[in-house]
């Protein structure tokens, strides 16, 4: 089958526009993988590779890569140092508790943004974290908090994993920050971080709370949803934790 009376097969043609659509999101290493999972999905189902010898196809990938080129703001990581100082700017009167809370949640957890948060206003029980997948050793000065991670990029079948976060004693604990938020949160179900009006903490919200309070603390530079997890790694590095354990606190699969 062709295209407009064109040689071009209806297949590329198909693949060229997905491909298209998806620079506008994500960057061509990405776009690749999502090509790899179209190829995979053919040849289960007794289906001919749909890559095989698109060059027009290669030749959009070229093109998106060298438009897109390499991003130079790099994401800087969120430290301990980092969290001190956002700390002492915030007001723990209003929703701060709720990004607070979440900061260390996401710090102390070595968790991607997307673990904790919503990519949109609409919360999904079997994906996202709830209320419920929250536990505690004992409702008197616990010690840890076991979180049931549903969905992750690294959990393709979505078996599932518990990250235990630990009472540290001081000032800057998840534990800490996340009885005080439950306690104003309450106990209805739904989506673990939420605001007053019910509606899920999204990713966007995150990071954009996070850039204000970095900017109210004086601090300069790129940061994002992921800069808690590089900061855990980072903060677990200078603390002298061997590169294995980070790598399985962090749930790496290479040593990237």
Same mark, same amino acid.
């Given at each position: ?174 534990? #800490?920050?996340? @009885?005080?938020?439950?306690?104003? /949160? =309450?106990?209805?179900? &739904?989506?673990? %971080? !939420?605001?007053? *009006? ?12 996070? #850039?204000?309070? @970095?900017?109210?603390?004086?601090? /300069? =530079?790129?940061?994002? &949803?992921?800069? %808690? !997890?590089?900061? *855990? ?24």
């Amino acid at each position: 089958m062709n295209v407009n009376g064109s040689s071009l097969p209806a297949s590329e043609w198909t693949l060229m526009l997905f491909t298209t659509h998806l620079s506008q999101t994500i960057k061509a290493s990405s776009i690749k993988v999502y090509l790899a999972g179209v190829r995979s999905l053919h040849i289960e189902n007794g289906f001919a590779n749909p890559l095989s010898n698109c060059l027009r196809l290669e030749r959009v990938l070229r093109g998106i890569k060298r438009s897109q080129g390499i991003s130079t703001r790099e994401r800087l990581p969120v430290t301990l140092t980092v969290l001190s100082r956002i700390r002492a700017v915030l007001n723990f009167e209003c929703y701060d508790v709720l990004f607070w809370a979440a900061c260390c949640t996401g710090f102390f957890g070595f968790l991607r943004s997307g673990e904790f948060t919503t990519s949109s206003g609409k919360f999904d029980s079997r994906i996202h974290l709830a209320l419920s997948d929250v536990r505690i050793d004992k409702h008197t000065n616990p010690k840890v908090m076991f979180l049931q991670i549903k969905c992750s990029k690294t959990d393709p079948f979505r078996q599932g994993y518990i990250i235990r976060l630990w009472t540290t004693g001081k000032e800057i604990c998840a534990i #800490r920050a996340l @009885v005080h938020y439950l306690h104003l /949160r =309450g106990g209805d179900a &739904g989506p673990l %971080f !939420r605001h007053s *009006a019910g509606s899920p903490l999204t990713r966007a919200t995150l990071t954009a709370w996070l #850039r204000n309070a @970095v900017a109210r603390a004086g601090i /300069r =530079g790129n940061f994002s &949803g992921h800069s %808690f !997890r590089i900061g *855990a790694a980072t903060s677990a590095a200078a603390a002298g934790i061997p590169d294995h354990l980070i790598k399985t606190l962090g749930r790496w699969l290479s040593n990237a």
